[in-house]
């Protein structure tokens, strides 16, 4: 079975990750698994970059193939932001709420209020050789925050088809059209096709 080190402290990441990559009789573990605690900076200007910059830095701390993620919100009338700068938008000491009002603030009387979520993931291995995927998942912000459940932007993003923001879904509805979801699906993809050869 191959092990492949996941660049994150994250162990929700880690349960999403492994049900998707067992399929493929890989093992995903946590860096403290194996022993490495790598602080990478996110200096990189697109998803790709920053996933690769973390993906190759674990990769090297251990010796053994490393996956890693970079994902946020891109919003049409804030040319693009906060984009790679989610989490970190406003500074490092707001709170989720603040940020996402932050950008409530940011359309205010702004009628165009389409957005993406972006989500890149990549795998290096020792050998040198490279496997990236990415997904998206459009919508809309909202006027005003809608639901209880999951994290960052979530309560701002409405996906019009279903009628509800991601934080009114349940996990399981989430991922199966998240940026998340569908960046694993499209990874799983390419990582066969790499694997095979
Ligand atoms: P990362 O952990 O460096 O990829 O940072 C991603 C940031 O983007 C998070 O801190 C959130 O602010 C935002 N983000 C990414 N995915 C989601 C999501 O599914 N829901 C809400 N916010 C998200």
Redesign the pocket.
Known sequence: MMKMVLASK?AHKLTEMSAILSQLGIQVVLESDVGVDVDVE?TGTT?EE?AALKAVAVMKACGLPAIA?????CVTALGGG?GVY??R?GGERLS?RD?YQLVLNGLSGQLDRSAK?V?AICCAFPSGGMVTARGECPGLITYSPRGED?????PV?LVPEKKKT?AEMSAQE?NAI???GVALQNFKVELEKYLQG
């Open positions: 994250n996110e998803f920053n993620d970079d994902s946020g919100l906060p989610s989490a938008y989720d940020r979520f989500s999951g994290f960052g932007y979530d993003f991601f989430k998240s940026h998340r």
